[in-house]
């Protein structure tokens, strides 16, 4: 596989030619990273405009009892689990930032890599 940043300059340049189309915004994973790129939307007021895509990290812990009454079992550590959340509106009152307009980036493990 080839390294992270020239992965993401493909999906990059992927992401350029989408945009000459209208409103790109879309999730991709390489089965290592997840890319977003965010582009424009329908906001409330009718209008075409960024943001696109939204964005929030968080960490906290994971309760394997939740997810055994869903039917699934982790093995779980005593650190807290990351996550990554894309959305194309805030879900919740909560720190989300959006993504510039045309902005791509790349998500390993639940943390946002630098470009």
Do not use: K
Request: one cysteine or more; proline letters at 10%; charged letters at 20%.
């Amino acid at each position: 596989m080839p390294a992270l940043q020239a992965r993401l300059a493909a999906v990059t340049r992927f992401a350029a030619h989408l945009r000459e189309l209208g409103p790109a915004n879309f999730l991709y994973s390489d089965g290592s990273a997840l890319f977003a790129h965010g582009h424009r939307r329908a906001q409330a007021n009718g209008s075409i405009a960024p943001p696109g895509l939204w964005r929030l990290q968080r960490s906290c812990p994971v309760d394997p009892d939740t997810l055994a009454r869903a039917g699934v079992h982790l093995e779980t550590t005593a650190e807290p689990q990351r996550l990554a959340l894309m959305a194309s509106v805030p879900l919740a009152d909560e720190p989300w930032r959006p993504l510039l307009e045309g902005e791509v980036i790349a998500i390993e493990d639940g943390l946002e890599l630098a470009p």
